[in-house]
């Protein structure tokens, strides 16, 4: 079982930057793949970004390739999306995941452990 913590979100204007972070319990962080996903109101969650086991291989959308920086800390148990040159059309509620595979997926049904979401508000 691993639960999961998102903290980091809030509002910002266009062109800011924020810094996600998701906080997992358990001693077997390091055995999943971590991913970030978002979603926007009236959509459909869609995915953002993920991170293997080792933070070796990274996956992200297009529309945040450039922008957005997953890492993650594996003695501390947590993950992190740095977002910069924030755009209104990222205004959503990001959540956190953890898939128990090494391959960063895209999927959300790959994914297992879900946290419960960061507000994240872009204004123009």
């Known amino acids: 079982q691993v639960q999961l913590v998102e903290s980091g979100g809030g509002l910002v204007q266009a062109g800011g930057s924020l810094r996600l972070s998701c906080a997992a319990s358990g001693r077997t962080f390091s055995s999943y793949a971590m991913g970030w996903f978002r979603q926007a109101p009236g959509k459909e969650r869609e995915f953002v970004a993920a991170v293997s086991w080792s933070g070796g291989t990274t996956n992200y959308a297009d529309s945040v390739k450039g922008r957005f920086t997953i890492s993650r800390d594996n003695a501390k148990n947590t993950v992190y999306l740095q977002m910069n040159s924030l755009k209104p059309e990222d205004t959503a509620v990001y959540y956190c995941?953890?898939?128990?595979?090494?391959?960063?997926?895209?999927?959300?049904?790959?994914?297992?452990?879900w946290g419960q979401g960061t507000q994240v508000t872009v204004s123009s």
């Open positions: 995941a953890a898939a128990s595979s090494w391959y960063p997926a895209e999927p959300p049904d790959e994914y297992d452990y």
